[in-house]
């Protein structure tokens, strides 16, 4: 079963708009990462977080970890149409030695 | 780029057969990890490989079978194919075996068993 859920699964937004997709999980985690997939393509790193951080920035990226809600967010400020893309969560669990890929959303940017 | 390469691109088999899958990881990663991708389960990791030995393995079917060789790529076995192993499979290299680093990805095989 998938360690992240991701929410919502499907996202449609107008260029220059805020996008924000939600992620969250079951156990404890060591860390976090978000993770883009352009169509049919290979997945890109886009920011990894650990459990002791809370927020986390990088360019138009900002991550935010609640371990108490399980909980993280992924914020793309200015969206662009080169966002359009599947956006992924993946946990590190305590003591799984793996990352664990949620279902992703589906972020359209319509220009 | 992420310096990760895949081979072949596309597969196209039949049900019954045997493909096998292959990676060349980063320079310098020792990591490798193989995930499967498909419309109905998402992106499944399968296993990984550390310096040439198994680490963790995830959801894999004893129909599959993995392996890193001395020089670090690895191969993807894929035997008594069926239908439903159609998907798309990435390899991934990281610099560590641990999740706080990150993964980075091949451009995929995409396997079509008819």
């Known amino acids: 079963s998938q360690q992240g859920e991701e929410d919502p699964q499907a996202l449609s937004i107008q260029e220059g708009e805020n996008a924000t997709m939600n992620c969250s999980y079951k156990?404890?985690?060591?860390?976090l990462q978000w993770y883009r997939q352009n169509s049919g393509r290979g997945l890109v790193h886009l920011i990894l977080?650990?459990?002791?951080?809370r927020e986390k920035h990088s360019g138009r990226l900002r991550v935010t970890l609640d371990t108490s809600k399980k909980s993280s967010s992924l914020l793309i400020t200015a969206s662009r149409a080169a966002d359009t893309a599947s956006y992924f969560c993946?946990?590190?669990?305590?003591?799984?030695?793996?990352?664990?890929f949620g279902q992703g959303t589906r972020l359209t940017i319509n220009p | 780029d992420s310096g990760v390469t895949q081979t072949p691109k596309h597969l196209i088999t039949a049900t019954g057969q045997r493909v096998t899958l292959r990676c060349s990881p980063r320079?310098?990663?020792?990591?490798v990890y193989w995930y499967q991708q498909s419309l109905d389960q998402g992106l499944q990791f399968l296993i990984q490989?550390?310096?040439?030995?198994?680490?963790a393995k995830g959801n894999i079917l004893e129909r599959f079978s993995a392996q890193q060789f001395p020089d670090l790529h690895s191969e993807l076995n894929l035997s008594s194919l069926e239908l439903g192993d159609s998907a798309l499979y990435f390899c991934?290299?990281?610099?560590?075996?641990?999740?706080?680093?990150?993964?980075?990805f091949g451009p995929g095989t995409r396997l079509t068993v008819l």
């Open positions: 991934a290299s990281s610099v560590a075996w641990t999740g706080a680093v990150e993964q980075f």
């Open positions: 156990t404890s985690i060591n860390n």
């Open positions: 977080i650990r459990s002791n951080e």
């Open positions: 993946a946990t590190d669990a305590w003591g799984a030695q793996k990352l664990v």
């Open positions: 320079s310098g990663d020792l990591s």
């Open positions: 490989y550390y310096n040439g030995e198994e680490r």
